[in-house]
């Protein structure tokens, strides 16, 4: 359910489904085994989570988090959500500057080095489904990686067939100045937490599985049809 979510409703992060899951587990072992699950599990470690997942399944069906609690309990909520991303946000912008200074510390020539050897990286991981940003504390190419949700949009094209499919973003680094950051909370407050588009060009070989009986090895499919033959008449 919560992996149909992920697919139907964009606002749903893969960091919701975690903190869900999570909660969805300590349930169960309360209501099954009779072990006390919440009781080592302090309210402040996970209600911001929750209030955050109820708070994106709600939008995504028109509702709101006043609709859902009641306006009392929607009020606290707000003010628990609201708290927590300035946390993160003076976490993460903390981090940033940090790693900008250590880096314009350096040589010049030391900057200028390390900005080409990220380039570099950046040109070999975005070839591995990584996808190219900016990083936001020294300036040079750094890469994100993301969980692919959603339908798949195909085209067809003279060079190929290209499928398309939305990414959200859940990891951040750079290879320049050591930045790296985890989870959408953290890359959104680093202004990173945009969806972006994997775009990947398949010959119709490829796609469709297709093979070229003049040049492929077809001993394998012939000793299948031969097998299943055989098997056909010794029914008979």
Not at 182 to 202: H, I, M, S, W
């Amino acid at each position: 359910m919560l992996k149909l979510c992920r697919a139907l409703f964009d606002g749903f992060s893969e960091d919701d489904s975690i903190a869900v899951l999570a909660l969805a587990n300590r349930r169960n072992d309360e209501l099954h085994t009779g072990a006390a699950a919440f009781a080592e599990y302090p309210s402040q470690q996970w209600l911001p989570k929750f209030y955050r997942a109820c708070r994106s399944l709600a939008s995504a069906m028109g509702e709101s988090l006043e609709s859902l609690f009641g306006e009392e309990e929607a009020k606290v909520a707000a003010a628990i959500l609201d708290e927590t991303q300035k946390e993160v946000k003076q976490r993460v912008l903390a981090a940033i500057a940090a790693h900008r200074r250590v880096f314009e510390a350096k040589l010049e020539e030391d900057r200028l080095s390390a900005a080409a050897d990220a380039k570099t990286v950046a040109d070999q991981l975005t070839h591995l489904r990584h996808h190219r940003v900016t990083c936001p504390a020294c300036r040079c190419d750094a890469t994100v990686q993301g969980e692919a949700f959603g339908p798949e949009h195909v085209s067809h094209g003279d060079d190929g067939i290209t499928v398309r499919q939305p990414v959200s973003p859940r990891s951040f680094s750079c290879s320049a100045c050591g930045l790296k950051l985890q989870g959408y909370a953290e890359l959104d407050a680093a202004d990173l937490g945009g969806q972006y588009t994997r775009r990947t060009v398949f010959s119709p070989e490829d796609y469709y599985g297709l093979i070229d009986p003049k040049t492929a090895d077809l001993s394998e499919y012939l000793d299948d049809y031969l097998a299943d033959m055989a098997d056909e008449y010794d029914n008979e």
